[in-house]
């Protein structure tokens, strides 16, 4: 038995969770489910199988309209992901076999991975929308965040930020200075951060 019809049948012996995910005929959904195993633990998406673990098949001639489709919700992602996509008659042995298409999504390495815009991850056998904090977290934990891109969270405004150095700064890099907002700058400086006194 080949490795995509191991998956297989373990799938089926644990039914829909955390790395399974079954679906009785193609929806555009799946590249929510796409977006998340990536973004998770790697899953495996059955088209043709039912949430009871029934085979119940697709047409042999819609396959290939299938793949395209796939093919579609993975440019839909945001950095792509590369899954694979497979067709295989199910079970392995017997009269009555049935065609399934079989998408088999690595754990990926460049994450956060976004579908149409929003970020997905793999929680029981749902698909969740990742809150901005998860996002960034899960970029800086990935190494996708670049360092320049990162907050410091050892600032602190009072002691480490420098008026006169942002000004030399600016004169040297031929900058116009920040314009100066007047009565809420001092508000925001009396608040203790100059910051935001120099800015606004």
């Known amino acids: ?90 079970p392995p042995h017997g009269e009555d076999r049935k065609y399934i298409l079989a998408i088999t999504v690595e754990e990926s390495g460049v994450k956060p991975h976004l579908y149409k815009g929003s970020a997905y991850v793999r929680r029981g056998a749902s698909d969740v929308a990742m809150t901005q904090t998860e996002i960034v977290d899960t970029a800086v934990q990935s190494g996708v965040a670049n360092f320049d891109r990162l907050s410091c969270e050892r600032f602190d405004y009072q002691t480490d930020f420098d008026t006169d150095k942002l000004s030399a700064f600016l004169t040297k890099a031929r900058l116009k200075p920040p314009v100066n907002g007047g009565g809420d700058a001092s508000a925001r400086k009396s608040e203790g951060n100059p910051i935001f006194a120099y800015f606004y």
């Open 1 to 90: 038995m080949n490795d995509v019809a191991s998956r297989i049948k373990d799938a089926l012996a644990s039914g829909e969770g955390k790395c399974v995910e079954f679906k009785v005929k193609y929806v555009s959904d799946m590249g929510h489910s796409i977006c998340s195993f990536a973004n998770t633990s790697g899953g495996l998406i059955l088209v043709g199988m039912s949430d009871s673990s029934m085979v119940t098949g697709i047409k042999a001639e819609t396959t290939n309209k299938l793949k395209s489709d796939i093919q579609h919700l993975q440019r839909n992602c945001d950095p792509y992901i590369d899954a694979t996509v497979e067709v295989l008659l199910w």
